[in-house]
């Protein structure tokens, strides 16, 4: 049965173009390989598939740089010099566009400025003038967001405070918070210290006598601190 012929025209759907031009890359490949092998020929190949993707075939022992120099030579012309004009081009473009920035740079930082005309002098002026309100607008950012973290700590803070406070005169409320257990072996004293804002509280044995370091070196003395 004879084959159709088919029609060259772009493939619409996507996926059958990849394909397409995968088996048709391979193909264009493998006869260069055979003309390079059966012809002692130099064969380049560049490719670059709708996808942006580079593919490139190049007899061995031959250069991309060896097959443009033959290029140059046989046809006359220096593909290298209109590279390298094009390159200085650009590379004088980005020169010019790092002088204007170094010289407006300056002229932010109050110097070069006598050579700037009224209008100059203006535009800098009002430039400087929404630069500075874009740097207050974020240290306001700041500043507030460092207001809020403090607040958040300081909710915090307090909370402990309440809930200490209610433990403390919860404890106040009950007659056994602060008797020492095994009364036949120990005399257990409370009281509060420098104006009543610490409770001591003292436990030693019966048969031994109580001595307190003026230091608070003692090991039978408990300081415990007290919210005002």
Known sequence: ????????????????????????RNGLFK???ELTVLCDAKVSIIMISSTQKLH???????T?????????????????????EKMQQQLNKLKDVNRNL???IRRRIGESVNDLGYD????????????????????YKVI??????GKKKLRNVEDIHRNLLLEFDARQDDPHYGLVENEGDYNSVLGFTN?????????????QHPYIHSGGGGSGLTTFDLLD
């Open 31 to 33: 006869k260069a390989q």
């Open 144 to 149: 507030g967001n460092q207001i809020e973290t």
């Open 120 to 139: 100059e002098t203006v535009n800098l002026i009002e430039d400087i003038h929404n630069s500075l309100h874009v740097i207050r607008e974020r240290k």
């Open 1 to 24: 049965m004879a084959r159709g012929k088919i029609q060259i025209k772009r493939i619409e759907n996507q996926t059958n173009r990849q394909v397409t031009y995968s088996k048709r």
């Open 64 to 84: 991309t740089k060896q097959l443009f120099d033959q290029y140059q030579k046989a046809v006359g012309v220096d593909l290298w010099s209109s590279q390298y």
């Open 56 to 62: 490139e075939y190049i007899s061995p022992s031959f």
């Open 102 to 104: 170094k010289s407006e």
């Open 195 to 207: 104006g009543g804002h610490q409770i001591v509280a003292l436990r030693f044995p019966a048969n």
